[in-house]
Nanobody, 119 residues
Framework: QVQLVESGGGLGQPGGSLRLSCVAS????????MGWYRQAPGKERELVAT?????????NYADSVKGRFTISRDNAKNTLDLQMNSLKPEDTAVYYC???????????WGQGTQVTVSS
């Protein structure tokens, strides 16, 4: 019903920047909220940032990324972006795009994109 495809992952330098993008397709008008999550090897998946797609709600960030990462969306392109600045090695993880559709209480996930931060 909703398909999510991430891009922009790769190798980043400590202190450097990367920008992730998620393209949503299908029944995109059913989506009310989208976000980014990440999972490092041996760790549980954790929230990075979420934002409302509809007018209500608020944007939230994990404490570990506040001041460094920015979540945004481009309505014309149906994309969700994550600008990652001041990268740290602990940011290394697989990053997943997520969308929520409240009508049928459905959660959608992208395939994930690898982000590696090292010198």
């Amino acid at each position: 019903q909703v398909q999510l495809v991430e891009s922009g992952g790769g190798l980043g330098q400590p202190g450097g920047s990367l920008r992730l993008s998620c393209v949503a397709s299908g029944n995109i008008f059913s989506i009310s909220r989208m976000g980014w999550y990440r999972q490092a090897p041996g760790k549980e998946r954790e929230l990075v940032a979420t934002m409302p797609i509809t007018s209500d709600g608020r944007t939230n960030y994990a404490d570990s990324v506040k001041g460094r990462f920015t979540i945004s969306r481009d309505n014309a392109k149906n994309t969700l972006d994550l600008q990652m600045n001041s990268l740290k090695p602990e940011d290394t993880a697989v990053y997943y795009c997520q969308a929520y559709g409240p009508l049928h209480m459905q959660t959608y996930w992208g395939q994930g994109t690898q982000v590696t931060v090292s010198s």
